[in-house]
C-alpha cells in the first residue's frame, strides 16, 4: 500500500497565506505602475502648429533656366514630444494644397486644377511621422507623405527644437524647427503630362513650423 497521505481537505492557514502573498504582490505591482504611469506622462507633452507662422515653401526647375518659387500653408497639426528622448516623439501635420502661392495668380490656378494638384479631389496633404533619429544636433525624420491621393515615404533633415519661448499673446511656450527634403512631382502623380525639360521632376521643400506647447 501507498504510505502517501492524500489531503482531502484544504488546509485554511496554508489557503491564507497564500492569498495574503498574492494580494501583497498585486499590491507591489499596482503601486510599480502607479508611480510609473505619471512619470511617463509627464515626459511627452502635447504641442500643436501655429498655422500663422507655419507654411511649407517649395521651389522647382523651370525650363531648365530658372527656379520657381511658392509656398503652401493651412499647416495643421500635433507634436508629441517626448522631453526625456526626443526620439521618441512624433508628429501628425495635415496642409491645405488650395493655398498654394506662387506670386502668379493665373499660374496658381493652373496647379490647383486637375492638371497638377486637384485641389477639388485632393484638398489635404499630410504627413505623419514613424521613426526619428538623433544626429548631433540635429534630427531625421522619417515619416509618409500623402499628396494628391498618393502615399510615400520621405525623409526630413530637421532643425530644432530651438529653445522655447513664452508667446505674447497667449504666455504659452512657443518653440520651433525648421526641415528640407526632395521629392519627385511625377512619383505623386502631379503634372505628369509635363516633361522634367519643361518643369523639373524634382521639388525642393523647406518647411517651417512654428509650435505651441498645449
Known sequence: MCNRQVRLFPNPNRDTRMKGSTMKRLAIITGILALATPLALAQSSAWTTD??????????????VSNVHGR???????????EADITKSTVTVTIDPNTIDTGE??????????????????????FTSFGVVKNGNKLTVNGNLTLHGVTKPVVLDVEGPSTPVEGAMDHKPHSGFSATTTISRTAFG????????????????????????Q
Not at 51 to 64: K, L, N, W
Not at 190 to 213: H, N, Q, R, W, Y
Open 190 to 213: 502631379i503634372g505628369t503630362s509635363f516633361p522634367a525639360v519643361l518643369i523639373g521632376d524634382e521639388v525642393k521643400l523647406t518647411i517651417e513650423i512654428e509650435i505651441v506647447k
Open 105 to 126: 495668380p493665373a499660374r496658381d490656378m493652373h496647379l490647383k486644377s486637375a492638371a497638377f494638384f486637384d485641389v477639388a479631389s485632393f484638398p489635404t496633404a499630410a
Open 51 to 64: 498655422p500663422a507662422h507655419s507654411e511649407v515653401d517649395f521651389s522647382i526647375r523651370h525650363g531648365g
Open 72 to 82: 503652401i500653408g493651412g499647416v495643421k497639426g500635433t507634436l508629441v514630444y517626448n
